[in-house]
DNA sequence: TGTTTATATGCAAATAGTTCGCACAGTATT
DNA sequence: AATACTGTGCGAACTATTTGCATATAAACA
């Protein structure tokens, strides 16, 4: 279900040079099931229901991760931010301007618009991983 | 040099069935002088050299600008949201993932690209304006 | 033009998301 | 098993943003 298996996540902690610790593995565990951006609140919550986990060290946790590039972050202009797991391929996500509704849309490539991008820029030279946020009015909201 | 003259920003304002405000025009002004994505704090920090203005009223007009569809507000995970006049093109831009660097890239057009989003979308069935950031890291922080 | 009504503003205080200091616990290294 | 360094919980601090309230101003109307 899971897209990586726990060893392989273990790995990944080990690698990044992090040390594993359970609550390390249970955040990064809860977003390789969801494959989807979650809202630090969300998984805090969720997390609270099954182990006892400090908020203070969910945060701690997603910052370490996602330094290491093991996490993107992502924000929709909603006032908190979200994270999900670093897959090598970009994110791409329908953001309503109105209520928090978004939705992930896989199978997109702007490969070439990214370069294109970085061909015109004075500032960058490559980017690392990309996503994309388009905003609009979701089917309820317009 | 500003995209829009005083009085059309004015006629802009009230079309969008706001009233129309000192506070408000300067803000609006100070957007369509700069042409970039600038910082609540800038923005304060600007206006307050030349005139008197609290920060609240900054913010309320910033999201009542918003609201009416006047102004883009993006988020570049730095915990600040940002600002630009919003012209009816979108806006695309490249995001440093270690310091505060961004940069404007125009004349590129992901309107294909969106228009394949939302045929994959179940929950959106178009956008209004849309905005895309590509994140990496700049070249000083590379 | 003067009056009325709804919206804007300033100020201070509240709120929300996130970070930090410190003492203690756990992981990895030798 | 001993050591050194990193992670954790708790509470407090911080930063960006919002809100309540009294006053001021803009637009609508007489």
Redesign the pocket.
């Known amino acids: 279900m899971a897209i990586y298996s726990k060893d392989e996540l273990i790995n990944m902690v080990?690698g990044a040079g992090?040390?594993?610790?359970?609550?390390?593995l249970l955040v990064l565990e809860y977003l390789a099931k969801v494959k989807q951006p979650v809202?630090?609140?969300e998984l805090v919550e969720d997390l609270r229901k099954k182990e006892?986990?400090?908020?203070?060290?969910v945060?701690?946790?997603?910052?370490?991760l996602h330094e290491a590039g093991l996490l993107r972050r992502l924000d929709f202009n909603h006032?908190?931010?979200h994270y999900e797991l670093e897959t090598g391929h970009a994110s791409h996500q329908l953001v309503c301007n109105n209520c928090e509704t978004i939705e992930k849309i896989e199978g997109i490539s702007i490969d070439d618009t990214v370069k294109k991008m970085l061909k015109k820029s004075k500032k960058f030279k490559h980017t690392t991983t990309h996503s994309m946020e388009i905003y609009g009015l979701c089917k309820t909201c317009a």
């Not at 040390?19 to 390390?24: E, G, Q, S």
């Not at 006892?52 to 060290?57: F, L």
């Open positions: 080990k992090l040390r594993v610790t359970d609550h390390r809202t630090v609140y006892n986990i400090d908020q203070a060290t945060y701690r946790n997603l910052s370490s006032g908190h931010a």
